[in-house]
């Protein structure tokens, strides 16, 4: 676990979020490669519109410790998005977001 923050680390410290977690890059990866593939061309490729461009709510949820998705580059996509209600999380991670705080993004979801 050296190459995770601190706040990932100790959330995954919890046998459940382990568990979890695993097994959903278990599953990424079960059949083969080519739906992990596919996911980081996501963020690779062109996605053929303007973020200006897109009118529906959006909400976004990011850790401020995240070494996996760039805390910069999310606040990028907030500032284009046009209906983005952003929230970045100061003591969280990629992992610690949503295993901390999942009850405040779906009530976020469910409420908006």
Known sequence: MLLLRPCDAESLR???????IFESQRRAWRASAEGVIADARIYAEPWGFALEDVRVPVRLWHG????AFSVH???ELAKRLPHCK??????AGHYS???RH???????????
């Open 14 to 20: 919890d046998a459940a979020a382990f568990e979890a």
């Open 64 to 67: 401020k410790q995240d070494r």
């Open 73 to 75: 580059l999310a606040e």
């Open 86 to 91: 952003a929230r970045f999380v100061d003591d």
């Open 97 to 99: 977001l949503p295993i």
């Open 102 to 112: 999942m009850r405040e993004i779906l009530e976020d979801l469910i409420s908006s």
